[in-house]
């Protein structure tokens, strides 16, 4: 076994400790995927209340991508110049208080398409500096060793929270009143930003930024780091191509399962569920893939099973089929995003993890859009089969992306780029 999967292998068997700061950012993380999971799903069912607009409901949805490629950099370049854990509870206290009055005027009868755009675009805003600051905040909450445990066990807590609680709870409270799921969304993030002030750490440590130093140059800083790195420059360029292949899955699953299947809204429920549930053991098995292969051969296997799972999805007529392959492409897309978020955390250096992650994050997600068109072309053109054969496609060519990586010394970090060792009190 090489030095670096012998390290790898030894990182597998650390984890976090649940009691003390981890603990903390893990509930907030996940009650906030809880709320995230209600207001996702209450959002377009009150916007089909308001027009039956189709172009003006997806609007409501297209907000949620939109900030990502505007302010997503500069999201990245604020939180490498803060204090990450006041910027992350700021954030949720501004997005606790526009949610809170959101359903306010929701409850008064004041809901319109144009304020359901501004809060979506609003919300998603203020998450670029959140999810970018979070990232860069979670190795001075754990050891190194720990960093891959502990994503698995954030990733898990928010599929559970958003897949299998969230959603089935918004018909609950919806028969409240159409202002009930924004207002439990809005006291989740109000608590979640109560969880991470209440944690107590040093910033990591941080270069004196040159005299003169810009915005627009620390975001450059940013995009050089992570392209020079050929590892990483690797995974987002898989990344970015298996999002293009995801937007044209996710837009028309809903077509496959009721059109080409005939499963109706049962079918589609069960789909999503085992997509869910695959997605959980993923999280589960992560750990001894991971010590047998190393991250970057897992990402690999990752990305590979996923062509046979979609091969599956797009050539048998059957539910049955449909369910196991989701579940498999669940499982194995735990994998992806927990080892390539890990191998982002290890390989950047600690003053410029933002902006790293906001390189990374803005231009993986550009091409999510882009595949939702080409998805709904497909699906027009050649029936409602296509489009995950168009996703497998454009996996294979994510696979072939990461093949240069795979002999990289993913698990090293020169000394003077690692995260100071230090912990957290409770």
Request: net charge positive.
């Amino acid at each position: 076994m090489t030095t670096v999967r012998a390290a790898e292998a030894a990182e597998t068997g650390a984890t976090p400790a649940w009691r003390g700061a981890f603990g903390r950012l893990w509930s907030a993380a996940v009650l906030s995927s809880f709320g995230d999971a209600l207001r996702t799903a209450a959002l377009p069912l009150l916007a089909a209340t308001l027009t039956a607009d189709p172009l003006l409901i997806a609007s409501v949805t297209a907000c949620g991508y939109l900030p990502w490629l505007v302010f997503g950099l500069l999201g990245g370049a604020v939180a490498d110049r803060v204090d990450q854990r006041r910027a992350m509870w700021t954030v949720d206290a501004v997005r606790g208080l526009l949610v809170g009055g959101f359903a306010v005027a929701v409850a008064l009868g004041h809901a319109s398409i144009a304020l359901l755009i501004a809060l979506a675009f609003a919300l998603t805003t203020l998450q670029t500096l959140f999810d970018n600051a979070a990232t860069a905040l979670l190795p001075a909450l754990v050891d190194r060793v720990a960093l891959g445990s502990a994503n698995a066990r954030l990733m898990t807590g928010q599929r559970i929270a958003g897949g299998l609680l969230g959603g089935p709870a918004v018909p609950l409270l919806l028969a409240a009143g159409a202002a009930a799921p924004f207002a439990v969304d809005a006291v989740t993030f109000l608590v979640a930003a109560a969880l991470v002030a209440s944690l107590r750490t040093s910033a990591p440590g941080r270069n004196p930024r040159p005299a003169g130093s810009t915005l627009r140059r620390e975001i450059a800083d940013g995009l050089r780091t992570l392209t020079r790195d050929r590892a990483l420059r690797a995974l987002c360029a898989a990344t970015a191509l298996c999002n293009v292949g995801m937007g044209a899955l996710i837009a028309t699953l809903v077509v496959l399962v009721t059109g080409r299947l005939h499963a109706g809204p049962g079918g589609y429920a069960a789909a999503t569920t085992a997509y869910t549930i695959g997605s959980l053991a993923g999280g589960a098995v992560n750990r001894r893939i991971v010590a047998g292969l190393g991250r970057i051969r897992a990402v690999l296997l990752a990305g590979t099973v996923q062509i046979a799972a979609l091969l599956v999805m797009g050539s048998v007529p059957s539910l049955v089929a449909l369910v196991a392959a989701l579940a498999v492409f669940g499982l194995m897309g735990m994998v992806w995003n927990v080892n390539t978020t890990t191998l982002m955390q290890q390989r950047s250096p600690a003053d410029m993890l933002g902006r790293v992650s906001a390189a990374f994050r803005t231009l993986a997600v550009a091409g999510a859009p882009v595949g939702a068109l080409l998805g709904g072309v497909v699906a027009t053109a050649w029936g409602p089969g296509t489009p995950p054969l168009l996703t497998a496609a454009f996996f294979v060519l994510s696979v072939i992306a990461l093949l240069p990586a795979r002999r990289q010394h993913a698990g090293v970090v020169a000394p003077e780029q690692q995260v100071p060792p230090h912990r957290t009190t409770a």
